[in-house]
């Protein structure tokens, strides 16, 4: 219910004698489970990737594909988890000022926790000639960076269904790592003359 209203109505805006009667509970009954209203944000904030790292890191050392797939799947279970959690991702960057910076801390390492873990995967494929010479960071920080689109930029992709936009994101990022002979331009580059 924090959630909501602090989605709603930003985080300025809601009062914790407001929740605490939306809840049933007392004032001092809903700070038995707060210490401060920004514990609320907080929360709010914690189910945005939940146990995705862990999920991403089963993928990344099974055995049972080969790494391009397991790019791939990463990629598409990431995305879909942006999907799901586009409003608090949006909040997120909304409400970020008002977090402590423990929590800072905590988004930040459990994001380059996610952008590491590509970052592994990307590298070994381009060290085995699975993926062409990239910027390794960048590229895995790309993916991160896409999959807060729908969050970010949800007016301009209004209207796409969320199997089209992952299976559009997940395409742009493989091809991007496609090997290419040596000289080769990409499709559309100026040396390509498209």
Same mark, same amino acid.
């Given at each position: ?7 709603? #109505?930003? $985080?300025? @805006?809601? @009062? ?9 509970? %007392?004032?001092?009954?809903?700070? !038995?489970?707060?210490?401060?209203? @920004?514990?609320? &944000? /907080? ?9 995705? !790292? ?10 049972? #594909?080969? &790494? ?10 990431? $995305?879909?988890?942006?999907v799901r959690n586009q409003e608090q991702i949006l909040l997120m960057y909304r409400e970020y000022r008002h977090l402590p910076e423990d929590a800072?801390? !905590?988004?930040?390492? #459990? ?6 873990? $590509? ?11 699975? $993926?062409?010479?990239?910027? /390794?960071?960048?590229i895995a920080q790309d993916i991160v960076l896409l999959g807060h689109l729908p ?8 209207? +796409?269904? %969320?199997? +089209?936009? /992952? ?8 091809? #991007? ?14 040396? @390509?003359?498209?």
């Amino acid at each position: 219910m924090a959630t909501r209203h602090i989605i709603e #109505r930003g $985080f300025d @805006s809601v @009062s914790v004698n407001e929740l605490a009667e939306d809840l049933g509970l %007392s004032v001092g009954g809903l700070y !038995r489970y707060i210490q401060t209203k @920004s514990d609320l &944000l /907080v929360m709010a904030c914690e189910t945005i990737y939940g146990g995705l !790292r862990e999920t991403l890191a089963e993928i990344a050392t099974g055995s049972e #594909r080969d &790494l391009p797939e397991k790019l791939r799947l990463m990629i598409e279970v990431y $995305f879909r988890e942006c999907v799901r959690n586009q409003e608090q991702i949006l909040l997120m960057y909304r409400e970020y000022r008002h977090l402590p910076e423990d929590a800072h801390r !905590r988004y930040k390492e #459990r994001e380059l926790g996610i952008t590491g873990l $590509f970052a592994d995967l990307i590298g070994a494929g381009v060290r085995r000639g699975l $993926f062409g010479d990239v910027h /390794v960071q960048l590229i895995a920080q790309d993916i991160v960076l896409l999959g807060h689109l729908p969050a970010l930029k949800g007016w301009a992709v209004k209207g +796409v269904e %969320s199997d +089209v936009l /992952v299976a559009e994101h997940v395409e742009l990022i493989m091809a #991007r790592l496609e090997t290419r002979p040596q000289g080769a331009a990409v499709s559309g580059g100026p040396e @390509s003359g498209e």
